[in-house]
């Protein structure tokens, strides 16, 4: 049997979390209910949160803070967020984004989990806390990595450098379906610029690979050149390095090694789909 309860405190969720295996946090509930509706869940305790921590969004400073319980429909109403928008949009219907979580996404599994593809592009940072005791910073990238071993891990907030131009950050979901199809795949890159070059890029995809990866091949064939028309054929050369995607209903392995570098051009090219 499945039992409910509040947590007044992330620290009380966090270590109802270190002690309880069958514990599982409940943010939006777009991901746990859904094995709850089709029973894959039927034992355990699910947690609310109404520390108002948990939704909270810091957007003054150079250092946006998202609560992992802030909703898509938050940072839609949320104007400092304008370069989040696009992603936060990808995420199913409005009802959806009304519920659909920034921490929850972070756990969705491929081809699911497009708000953590932009945010892994920003070199975020995700504040797990385990127990009692304060939170701990890692890079998401760490994180996701280590994802299917953390189990039961609260993430508390989101840390993401603020773009200096959000001019430079560029977000693109290729679906079948509009304007809420599943990801085929999805493609976000930060790319500021040095000097008329770009520097310190960063590139991520979505549904590429079990969980949101760096295009670390684009990032080297970008790093230091104009975006011209000879880097973004050596990126689109590049793009499919450590691409481990699946074939599922969405898509097939083969077709998506097909339309990344296609879609990857056009985005750094700035043409429209």
Request: proline share 5%.
């Amino acid at each position: 049997m499945l039992a409910v309860r509040s947590c007044a405190t992330l620290s009380e969720a966090a270590g109802i979390l270190s002690g309880d295996r069958q514990a599982v946090l409940i943010g939006g509930g777009t991901l746990v209910m859904r094995d709850v509706n089709e029973g894959k869940l039927t034992e355990g305790t699910l947690l609310r949160v109404t520390d108002p921590a948990f939704r909270r969004i810091d957007a003054g400073g150079g250092r946006i803070e998202l609560g992992g319980g802030v909703t898509m429909g938050q940072i839609l109403a949320t104007r400092e967020l304008a370069f989040l928008h696009a992603p936060a949009r990808a995420i199913g219907g409005p009802a959806v984004r009304n519920m659909a979580s920034v921490g929850g996404n972070l756990f969705a599994s491929a081809p699911y989990g497009d708000f953590a593809v932009a945010l892994l592009a920003l070199d975020a940072q995700v504040v797990v806390q385990s127990g009692f005791g304060s939170g701990r910073a890692t890079p998401l990238e760490e994180f996701l990595s280590a994802r299917e071993r953390m189990g039961t891990a609260l993430v508390a907030t989101i840390q993401i450098p603020r773009p200096a131009s959000p001019g430079d950050f560029h977000f693109r979901k290729i679906s079948r379906v509009k304007p809420k199809g599943i990801s085929v795949l999805s493609i976000a890159a930060h790319l500021p610029l040095a000097g008329g070059r770009v520097s310190q890029t960063r590139v991520a995809y979505g549904a590429m690979a079990p969980t949101p990866i760096r295009a670390r091949g684009v990032e080297r064939a970008l790093e230091g050149k104009a975006l011209d028309a000879a880097a973004i054929a050596a990126a689109k050369q590049a793009a499919l390095e450590g691409c481990r995607p699946a074939t599922d209903a969405i898509a097939s392995e083969w077709y998506r090694r097909e339309v990344l570098p296609v879609h990857l051009g056009r985005l750094l090219a700035g043409e429209p789909r």
